[in-house]
T-cell receptor
Framework: KNQVEQSPQSLIILEGKNCTLQ??????????LRWYKQDTGRGPVSLTI?????NTKSNGRYTATLDADTKQSSLHITASQLSDSASYIC???????????????FGTGTRLTIIP | SQTIHQWPATLVQPVGSPLSLECTVE??????LYWYRQAAGRGLQLLFY??????ISSEVPQNLSASRPQDRQFILSSKKLLLSDSGFYLC?????????????FGPGTRLTVT
């Protein structure tokens, strides 16, 4: 069964500190992995998307890494800001054999809280 | 603009009442459209997707249905709501591109069934 597991479930850090969120997946075959940021009561917003051949991708203070061999990904946030408080969701896509029927597998997310 | 509109933003409905949630999108024509539900503490669950007008695929058997009467309009409906239908409903779109059909999400509708 395709699964995406994220850890920790929740995390509280001081403003200005760095943090790393983890994602392990068992989706096979594998096409790409995405990280989304979801503010409370809002829709998810894409941060990064990586194919199986990519090891790292950055978007400002967000850096995602991918190890397709161990089926692990991480999202590193540098110099955290209060606005980083949100849920971060890891999403894995299998090989798309039929556009529209990707059957994305979503993790349950890590709830990150930044305190001043 | 690839803006996605959803309404209403919040909704409180009694058990057994009907439901109609609407999603409209702007931007390129013939997008793929999706309805997801997000229950508290759980990952997003795909309910329906559509690759064109009148084309609906259901992923989870339930008392919900979807329709796509126009290219940029996607509607989620129910004839009789259940308590278990409570959740956060998200509409999403995807456009043909080379990097894995990136999906963009709307602002969501919070549905509470009482």
């Amino acid at each position: 069964k395709n699964q995406v597991e994220q850890s920790p479930q929740s995390l509280i850090i001081l403003e200005g500190k760095n943090c790393t969120l983890q994602c392990n997946y068992t989706v096979s075959p594998f096409s790409n992995l995405r990280w989304y940021k979801q503010d409370t009561g809002r829709g998810p917003v894409s941060l990064t998307i990586m194919t199986f051949s990519e090891n790292t991708k950055s978007n400002g203070r967000y850096t995602a890494t991918l190890d397709a061999d161990t089926k692990q990904s991480s999202l590193h946030i540098t110099a955290s800001q209060l606005s980083d408080s949100a849920s971060y969701i890891c999403v894995v896509s299998p090989s798309a054999t039929n556009f529209g029927n990707e059957k994305l597998t979503f993790g349950t997310g890590t709830r990150l809280t930044i305190i001043p | 603009s690839q803006t996605i509109h959803q309404w209403p933003a919040t909704l409180v409905q009694p058990v057994g009442s009907p439901l109609s949630l609407e999603c409209t999108v702007e931007g390129t024509s013939n997008p793929n459209l999706y309805w997801y539900r997000q229950a508290a503490g759980r990952g997003l669950q795909l309910l329906f997707y559509s690759v064109g007008i009148g084309q609906i695929s259901s992923e989870v058997p339930q008392n919900l249905s979807a329709s796509r009467p126009q290219d940029r309009q996607f509607i989620l409906s129910s004839k009789k709501l259940l308590l278990s239908d409570s959740g956060f409903y998200l509409c999403a779109r995807a456009d043909r591109q080379t990097t894995g059909y990136e999906q963009y999400f709307g602002p969501g509708t919070r549905l509470t069934v009482t």
